[in-house]
């Protein structure tokens, strides 16, 4: 699956976001998306997945070679786009395998075994290294920040998309949650081979992922792109070379 | 055992006087009038025969059928009234009610009964009278239903006195037909250290309105009132209830919690009471409404007076639309907006409906409510096609399919 972004510009309650992105993630690539705080990188995350409250004011969004403007969140995740939430909300209620389950289904469009299902999920929770009380659980509800990014982990490997975007997987994790999540990421990327868009703020996951193409974005634009040594000299030297050089490009 | 408290006025609030759903009197009047249009041993061998719950008693417009002793039932006789207080409506049900069901638990028994209630286009008055022994367990499960198709009303009062150290749930299950007028009322005491546990769910009818009085009388009692109103198109919906701790070291709970579609509206009016002398007491009320479109619209009126410093007592109200962040998530899954928004309504009712205790009241309960969300249907006869064991997680499939 390919995923190609074309002079993107988005806007949110009129103010103008994103300024014109270009970006090109083919399968089994991993690329990775760094920029300060209010440069626009999670507002790609969900523009490309549909966010309702995100307009585009110009440019495209292909997948395979066709727009996925006009479609709504629910068919760009059943085409194949995953995308990874920094912060994923609480729904009291929903069951969290009630949940999963009514997602593989709709993502597969056919009905699960149950028991090859539940036998995927217990594999899926002692990867995460998270309790088998998570089962019983209501989807993110008391999750601490942790159990969040590994249940959004989970929900990646379950659902096995073409195209993943993950929205800071690391942020708030200690030391050996970001191994653990790591090597789920790099799992998924090992045998899925999807194409990978992944956002962060620090280098510390890259440690332990490595991507094939950074990227930095500032105020809304891509200002710069590279391989892995671009994250090493941004760990080095900061993001303040880039700020103010977004009007140069 | 029921007490003057029992029977005090309960609308004294002016913000409980001011919202308020009208009943058209007339038409209830007038369909207690009507000529009875309903076989009730022809609607139980042709319309009960695919429903796999027996039911101890069928309460109809004007003919009962009991099939257990434990269930008797008495015509009027003119001296079961009592005082209905300031509620039209309730005077209505205590002016016309051709039967008073009673049912009797003695005291250490153990017993669980099905009640079926059904108004033809004829209206229903009934009144039920449940007398508890000590330290005796009763799980009761009322579905109310209807035959016909004319504007009916069907209104029930219910006495319930719980004996010292008795277990009591009762569940009523309103799936009432579009055309019925539902009243219901409500009047509990329990004795010491005995439990009343009361749910109420409301998906079906035109109008309904609902007057309930719990009262925690004697010392270590427990009463826990759960509501639950699922409304669609014109419904209108109309729920108070009272709770009072009176003894000492009293529990008295209210949890109300309503889902409103299209234009349907509800009112949900929570009055909670501590006696002075309710030492050690706890009272809490919890309302919550979950707007589904811009028409619709809930009221949520908690209250309280308290009369005892000893205690501990806390309220809390919120009421708004569902929130667009959770229907991206879900979507973000692949799920589609409607069974999203399905999925998150269903949540949102399951955390009450997964307190009821009686597990075929659970699965009705939360198969009916289902029923509604998914198809917008109501008014059937109890249907078992819940998928297996619900917990409070709404985590349902994974024991059937296992």
Same mark, same amino acid.
């Given at each position: ?22 970006? +090109? ?8 998306? #760094? ?13 490309? #997945?549909?966010?309702?409250?995100? +307009? ?6 292909? +997948? ?88 959004? #982990? ?54 332990? +992922? ?20 671009? !994250? ?12 103010? !050089?977004?009007?140069?490009? | ?10 609308e004294t609030n002016e913000l409980f006087k001011k919202h308020y759903v009208a009943l058209p009197e007339e038409a209830i ?11 009730? $041993? ?13 039911? $101890? ?26 005082? &209905? ?25 153990? @017993? ?10 004829? %209206? ?79 998906? %079906? ?11 925690? $009388? ?19 919906? $109309? ?18 919690? &309503? ?37 619709? @619209? ?18 809390? &109200? ?53 029923? @509604? ?30």
């Open positions: 699956m390919k995923l190609e972004i074309k002079d993107l510009h988005v806007s949110a309650a009129d103010k103008s976001i994103l300024k014109g992105i270009d970006l +090109v993630v083919g399968s089994g690539e991993k690329h990775v998306i #760094m920029g300060p705080n209010g440069s626009g990188k999670s507002t790609l995350a969900k523009a490309i #997945m549909g966010h309702p409250k995100l +307009v585009v004011t110009g440019g495209d969004i292909l +997948v395979d070679g066709k727009s996925i403007i006009g479609l709504s969140t629910d068919k760009r995740a059943r085409l194949g786009i995953f995308l990874q939430f920094q912060d994923p909300l609480e729904i009291e209620g929903v069951g969290f395998i009630s949940f999963l389950r009514t997602a593989k289904e709709s993502v597969d469009g056919k009905a699960v075994v149950m028991k090859d299902f539940m036998k995927d999920v217990r594999n899926e929770i002692s990867q995460l290294k998270l309790g088998n009380e998570f089962i019983g659980r209501s989807l993110n509800q008391g999750f601490s920040g942790g159990e969040k990014k590994k249940a959004e #982990m989970l929900q990646l490997s379950l659902l096995k998309p073409g195209i993943a975007i993950l929205d800071e997987p690391d942020s708030g994790l200690d030391i050996d949650a970001i191994k653990v999540v790591a090597e789920k990421i790099n799992e998924i990327a090992e045998s899925a081979k999807p194409g990978m868009l992944i956002i962060t703020h620090h280098t510390r996951i890259l440690e332990y +992922v490595k991507p094939d193409f950074v990227h930095v974005m500032v105020d809304g634009k891509i200002v710069a792109n590279g391989g892995s040594e671009l !994250s090493e000299k941004l760990e080095k030297e900061g993001y303040n070379s880039y700020i103010g !050089s977004e009007g140069k490009n | 055992m029921l007490g003057k408290r029992s029977l005090i006025p309960q009047e007038g369909s207690l009038e009507r000529e009875e249009d309903m076989d009730l $041993d022809r609607f139980v061998r042709d319309g009960l025969a695919g429903v796999a719950i027996s039911f $101890d008693a069928i309460i109809g417009s004007t003919e009962v059928i009991t099939h257990n002793t434990a269930i008797t039932i008495a015509k009027r006789t003119g001296d079961d009234t009592h005082n &209905a207080a300031d509620d039209m409506f309730e005077s209505i049900v205590e002016e016309k009610h051709r039967h008073v069901v009673e049912i009797r638990v003695p005291d250490n028994a153990k @017993k669980s009964l099905n009640i079926l209630f059904v108004n033809s286009s004829k %209206g229903l008055a009934a009144k039920v009278k449940i007398i508890v022994g000590k330290r005796a367990d009763l799980s009761l499960l009322e579905w109310y239903s209807s035959a016909g198709d004319n504007i009916s009303f069907a209104g029930v009062i219910h006495s319930v006195e719980a004996g010292d150290g008795s277990n009591v749930e009762i569940n009523a299950l309103h799936n009432e037909g579009k055309s019925t007028i539902s009243a219901s009322y409500f009047n509990g005491s329990v004795g010491e250290k005995a439990k009343l546990f009361s749910n109420g769910t409301y998906i %079906g009818g035109s109008h309904v309105r609902v007057r309930n009085v719990f009262d925690a $009388d004697t010392d270590g009692s427990s009463i826990e009132a759960n509501e639950i109103a699922l409304g669609a198109g014109e419904q209108k919906f $109309d729920l108070m209830s009272r709770i009072s701790n009176i003894g000492k070291n009293t529990r008295a709970v209210l949890n109300s919690t &309503a889902v409103m579609d299209d234009s349907a509206t509800c009112f949900l009016k929570g009055y909670a009471k501590i006696y002075h002398g309710a030492k050690s007491a706890f009272s809490n009320i919890h309302q919550e409404g979950l707007l589904l479109s811009k028409d619709s @619209k809930i009221t949520a009126l908690p209250d309280m007076s308290i009369d005892e410093s000893d205690v501990k007592a806390t309220h809390a &109200a919120s009421a708004g639309p569902l929130e667009e962040d959770k229907l991206f998530y879900m979507m973000s899954r692949g799920i589609k907006a409607k069974s999203a928004k399905e999925l998150i309504t269903a949540a949102f009712l399951t955390r009450v409906i997964s307190k009821i205790r009686n597990p075929i009241a659970k699965e009705l309960a939360m198969s009916m409510v289902s029923k @509604k969300i998914n198809d917008g249907s109501y008014g059937n006869l109890p249907e078992m096609q819940s998928v297996g064991v619900w917990d409070a997680s709404g985590n349902s499939i994974v024991i059937k399919n296992d």
